[in-house]
């Protein structure tokens, strides 16, 4: 009964210990919303098709609605409203009430992304690890402006906000993977800046945590994932600048494949010639990428907002040049070297 | 006991010949200089009705775009600025001033048989002030246009390279003409109602009125102090809302909504009054629970005012404001209810006619009791956790203010149209249009429940894949929707040009409007009614076109 509502209204899955419960709140709440409107909607059929008009002279009683209908009209609703309203309010205040045992992780939501830290020292970028079962507390703040923290699956949302701390918990049932949504209006990335919650095994957890603990890899920011999870160890420059550009964000908002986004795409972006804001022209070359990253506002290609942070600091050297290998290597022909002979054809992609 | 000879004077289609207010004076500065109520509502209606075009071409252009998933039409601060504009014009350049604005001011002067509103020139001013606030923000808005949603959270507003400024002044503007509008019927009603109108004989149109402008006095000043601060944080860093000076952003949410929640009061109540009036006229009965619908009116304009903090459950208030917040907004929802319940009981022993205008009641029944309910739900505090500021919000809030508010501004429209123009429209392509209406509304906001319930936050230009095919039906729902407005705008442009000259009470309504003349005199009563009984009394019959009221 439970699955086959929560399909029939579109509710994500049930990851988190609130999710079932505010569901069957939901169920019943809906369904006396649809018993009422129907209520209505035939009564008002009824009324019509007993009461039409047979001649245009016709008059009608007049009717005053006894005092204890009046009463029923307020009583009714009134105690369905009151009832959904202590039912919810009892599991609002639970879900407010972070339990004492729970683990923190810092939250800070910037243009567009989501920044977190374990207490233990590690952090990560749009990631966020958790292990299941366990209660998580999530203490949350902004550098910017207001943004707020949405996991559809677990039924959680906090508005996140700049110069104040606020906080939410949760306890996830289950290993998996779910998105993290802003859901409050932020500016032109708001809608591409999503996250993702890795719930693990506790003790797949702890081994990561351990791994990131000893330091075998602090100079990441991201922690790596898990040998669990099967990603290969360093390979070449390119690969590793693959690795890089997603778990620094860079994808959020440039593309690979050659659509606009938020930032101007990385395919054929090696040696375009590209308009500044300055009506200047200017070379992508490896200086010109370095320079993007660690100042992006000081040369913008026209057509884009000044939005990108700066990663001076962020990025580490060998990271960086990793990065520039990786943006090299996209090249839509990268097949073809020197210069073409006889007629050219435009070269499918080969992906 | 009869009533005047008013009254049986007026008895039968008026001939010919006798002026009445659209052909007595015909240039434009008569139009331009006019006092008359009658002209000045049908000013702002034709001003509403161009902003409401402007604001529906905007939603099917978001429509369009959410399509697909990715970047698509436009881009993504394209897409921000048009979803700012589609609020900012939908809300404050047409539901806030389109009842009140266009047929408050045609029809309360008349329900309450006096000539004229009480400050005929104030009136004319508040329209003028309307074209001003809506010209400044229409040239912010050609003039870069804001990207905020037409909320404007700080610090975002304060903060974005956007031009804010310009919408914000013409918000302020706007504000001054709604007061304005309030006051003049507060007024109106205290002091010219006719003799032997006491306020238990009111038709319920004028207690729908009377308490939207009870919130526009107390309300509108809220959110004009509200954007000026924000307006001069923008220009001299004043930092009240932004943190980074010492600031607070919520005291902004709380401020804002202070306003922004009874303003949807503002925009309902009035369509209240419609529905109140149409079901009467159309089920020829009584109002079935008079005194409970015109106090209900006071009730919901009262308690709206406490209420605000439950658009801020997961701001970061306390937990004990949601709660309390959350228990007032449950009692605003019975007010509604009581409405609801004797809205339908007024069609118990009637004599229902189907009409155009009675389509509209039919579909605002239904839009009213689903979106007033899913608005309850919200209010239940723990289930707006998931919902909050997703599309289940956004479908919310379209229910009530196109399913409700919309569908009441048809229904006057169509109900009214041959009171104000003494024309008749094409009943057939009437109801055809109200049927695509009804039906494309339903095929638009109903697949928006369910994106709200499946995670889609609003404002979002580009979304996860898995949420487009209930993107797409909806975007195909808003086109039956779109042509279904089409439909009417070409009919009644016709009936206008072209339209058969109706009699003078052509529904056989004794709403109290139809005393006069339709179209009526410029001074709308030769001699000013005597009132001896309630509005919609059916008891005894009369040839359409003459109402006894003794």
């Not at chain 1, 659509?259 to 070379?283: K, S, V």
């Not at chain 1, 990786?326 to 007629?343: C, H």
């Not at chain 2, 339908?344 to 155009?356: D, E, L, P, S």
């Not at chain 2, 309850?376 to 919000?393: G, K, M, N, P």
Request: with cysteine; net charge neutral.
């Amino acid at each position: 009964m439970n699955d086959f509502l929560r399909r029939m209204l579109f509710l994500p899955e049930q990851a988190s210990t609130f999710a079932r419960d505010l569901d069957r709140l939901h169920f019943f709440v809906i369904l006396t919303t649809f018993v009422m409107s129907f209520l209505v909607g035939t009564t008002a059929i009824l009324f019509f098709v007993r009461f039409r008009r047979r001649s245009e002279t016709q008059t009608t009683p007049h009717i005053e609605p006894p005092m204890w209908l009046e009463a029923l009209f307020v009583t009714i609703p009134l105690s369905f409203f009151l009832l959904w309203f202590f039912v919810g309010f009892n599991e609002f205040v639970r879900q407010q009430t972070p339990p004492a045992d729970a683990m923190d992780v810092y939250v800070m939501g910037k243009k567009w992304m989501w920044k977190f830290a374990y207490p233990d020292g590690p952090n990560a970028i749009n990631v966020l690890r958790v292990p299941a079962g366990r209660n998580v507390r999530l203490l949350m703040t902004s550098r910017d402006v207001i943004h707020s923290f949405y996991v559809p699956e677990f039924r959680i949302k906090k508005d996140v906000l700049p110069g104040r701390y606020t906080d939410q918990w949760f306890n996830a049932v289950a290993p998996g993977r779910f998105q993290i949504l802003c859901a409050e209006y932020c500016g032109a990335g708001h809608s591409v800046m999503r996250g993702e919650v890795i719930v693990m095994k506790p003790e797949e957890y702890e081994t990561w945590l351990a791994l990131q603990k000893r330091g075998a890899l602090a100079s990441r920011q991201d922690g790596s994932p898990t040998e669990i999870e099967g990603t290969p160890a360093l390979g070449n420059l390119v690969e590793q600048g693959k690795r890089v550009a997603a778990e620094k964000g860079c994808l959020k908002c440039h593309s690979i494949d050659g659509t606009r986004h938020i930032g101007p795409t990385w395919l054929d972006l090696y040696h375009r010639r590209e308009r500044l804001t300055t009506g200047a022209f200017i070379d992508a070359d490896e200086a010109y990428l370095t320079r993007s990253m660690m100042d992006p506002a000081a040369e913008i290609v026209d057509g884009y907002q000044p939005v990108m942070p700066g990663y001076e600091g962020k990025l580490t050297a060998p990271e960086t040049s990793a990065l520039v290998e990786y943006i090299k290597s996209l090249q839509s022909d990268a097949v073809r070297t020197g210069p073409s002979e006889g007629p050219s054809y435009a070269p499918l992609r080969n992906n | 006991m009869r009533l005047s000879e008013t009254t049986d004077s007026l008895a039968g289609a008026p001939p010919l010949e006798t002026l009445n207010y659209l052909t007595d004076g015909t240039t434009v500065m008569s139009w331009v200089n006019t006092r008359d109520h009658k002209r000045v509502g049908v000013m702002f209606l034709a001003a509403v009705l161009v902003a409401f075009f402007l604001g529906g071409l905007f939603a099917l252009t978001l429509r369009m775009k959410l399509l697909q998933p990715g970047p698509f039409l436009m881009d993504a601060l394209s897409y921000n600025r048009l979803f700012t504009l589609h609020g900012v014009v939908m809300i404050f350049l047409f539901l806030i001033p389109a009842i009140p604005g266009a047929f408050g001011n045609f029809m309360v002067p008349l329900m309450i048989g006096a000539r004229d509103v009480a400050f005929p020139r104030l009136n004319l001013a508040s329209f003028y002030l309307y074209l001003l606030g809506a010209a400044i923000a229409i040239w912010g808005m050609v003039h870069g246009g804001a990207d905020t949603g037409w909320t404007f959270y700080t610090p975002y507003s304060s903060t974005t390279p956007t031009q804010v400024l310009p919408i914000l002044l013409g918000v302020f503007v706007l504000g001054f003409s709604s007061i304005l509008t309030g006051l003049n019927f507060i007024v109106t009603v205290h002091t010219l109602r006719a003799p032997g109108l006491n306020w238990m004989r009111m038709p319920l149109f004028v207690w729908g009125i009377y308490g939207t402008s009870i919130i526009q006095v107390l309300a509108t000043p809220v959110l004009g102090i509200t954007v000026l601060i924000v307006a001069v944080e923008r220009f001299a860093g004043f930092g009240m809302f932004d943190p980074a000076r010492g600031g607070d952003p919520v005291l902004y949410q709380h401020m804002f909504w202070f306003y922004s929640h009874p303003a949807v009061y503002i925009m309902v109540l009035p369509a209240m009054g419609v529905i109140s009036e149409t079901v009467c006229t159309f089920s020829r009965k009584n109002p079935f629970g008079y005194r409970a619908i015109a106090l209900s009116s006071l009730g919901i304009a009262f308690v709206g005012f406490f209420t605000w903090g439950h658009h801020l459950f997961v701001a970061g208030q306390s937990t004990f404001d949601a709660g309390a917040f959350g228990l007032l907004s449950m009692l605003v929802g019975i007010f509604t209810a009581i409405k609801v319940f004797n809205w339908v009981g007024t069609m118990y022993r009637g004599a229902i006619k189907f009409t155009t205008p009675f389509a509209y009641i039919c579909g605002f029944l239904y839009f009213i009791v689903f979106g007033g309910m899913t608005g309850i739900a919200l209010a239940t505090t723990s289930l707006d956790i998931h919902w909050h500021d997703t599309y289940f919000v956004v479908a919310h809030f379209h229910f009530i203010m196109v399913g409700a508010s919309v569908m009441a501004f048809l229904a006057a429209l169509h109900y009214w149209f041959p009171k104000m123009f003494g024309k008749t429209y094409s009943e057939g392509w009437g109801l055809v249009a109200a049927a695509l209406i009804i039906l494309g509304f339903n095929a638009t906001f109903v697949p928006q429940f369910l994106l709200g319930n499946y995670g889609m936050p609003r404002r979002y230009y580009q979304y996860p894949d898995h949420f487009q095919a209930l993107n797409v039906a909806s975007t195909a729902g808003s086109t039956l929707l779109g042509f279904g407005f089409l439909i009417i705008l070409i009919y009644l442009v016709i009936a206008l040009r072209w339209g058969a000259r109706c009699t003078q009470n052509p529904w056989g309504s004794k709403g109290f409007e139809w005393l006069s003349a339709s179209p009526p005199p410029t001074h709308n009563f030769d001699e000013i009614p005597t009132i001896t009984q309630m509005p919609h009394d059916y008891r005894t019959h009369e040839p359409p076109g003459v109402i006894r009221v003794s």
